[in-house]
């Protein structure tokens, strides 16, 4: 099993920044790929940004790309998103997930349980 711990979420104007953090603890040896979604009220959870664990490739939803960058600190088993130039938007529950690769939330195995960001226009 892999525990996934969120923090870093709050309220923000837009424009602002938030940064959010992820930190992976247990059997994270085989499943250190980890990314970002997001799930607004009544919409679906989507793919914000991913990143593989060795290589350092990352993917972006088109929807944040430009102003979302993801990265990790492996010593850590930590991955970071810094979220700037916000907007109304953006406001979801974020959640990170791991074990697997790609943009749609089947492909991965742990889930945190979220942290809530909102924008406020």
């Known amino acids: 099993q892999v525990q996934l711990v969120e923090s870093g979420g709050g309220l923000v104007q837009a424009g602002g920044s938030l940064r959010l953090s992820c930190a992976a603890s247990?059997?994270?040896?085989?499943?250190?790929?980890m990314g970002w979604f997001r799930q607004a009220p009544g919409k679906e959870r989507e793919f914000g940004a991913a990143i593989s664990w060795y290589s350092g490739s990352t993917l972006y939803a088109d929807s944040v790309k430009g102003r979302f960058t993801i990265s990790r600190d492996n010593a850590k088993n930590t991955v970071y998103l810094q979220m700037n130039s916000l907007k109304p938007e953006d406001t979801a529950v974020y959640y990170c997930?791991?074990?697997?690769?790609?943009?749609?939330?089947?492909?991965?195995?742990?889930w945190g349980q979220g942290t809530q960001v909102t924008v406020s226009s």
């Open positions: 247990g059997r994270t040896t085989n499943n250190k790929n």
């Open positions: 997930a791991a074990g697997g690769w790609g943009i749609k939330s089947y492909e991965y195995a742990y």
